[in-house]
């Protein structure tokens, strides 16, 4: 079994910084991507950040400028740095991780999720 354990979130004022982790463990052989999404109240879940084994990354439009996802691959996590918060950022954020086993099955994993607000 593979866990994934958010951790970072919590409330901030407009204009300010957060930095969420999430660490992948248990039965790891390889992790390919690795992403965070995020829902809002009354709204679907949404693609923030996302970043393959190699390094590329991509970010919704309403993010980017703003977020910046990276991974230690020695540790197995992932961050999100989220700079310049907006009330519209207010969500419950979820990490993901496509990990491989030692026997080749390839499974999607995502994290309990974690609460950011963005209020004054």
């Known amino acids: 079994q593979v866990q994934l354990v958010e951790s970072g979130g919590g409330l901030v004022q407009p204009g300010g910084s957060l930095r969420l982790s999430c660490a992948a463990s248990?039965?790891?052989?390889?992790?390919?991507?690795m992403g965070w999404s995020r829902q809002a109240p009354g709204k679907q879940r949404e693609l923030v950040a996302r970043?393959?084994?190699?390094?590329?990354?991509n970010y919704a439009d309403s993010v980017k400028g703003r977020f910046t996802i990276s991974r230690d691959n020695a540790k197995n996590t992932v961050y999100l740095q989220m700079n310049s918060l907006k009330a519209e950022d207010t969500a419950v954020y979820y990490c993901?991780?496509?990990?491989?086993?030692?026997?080749?099955?390839?499974?999607?994993?995502w994290g309990q999720g974690t609460q950011v607000t963005v209020s004054s």
């Open positions: 993901n991780a496509i990990v491989g086993s030692m026997s080749s099955v390839w499974r999607e994993y």
């Open positions: 248990g039965s790891i052989f390889s992790i390919g991507a």
């Open positions: 970043v393959t084994s190699g390094g590329s990354t």
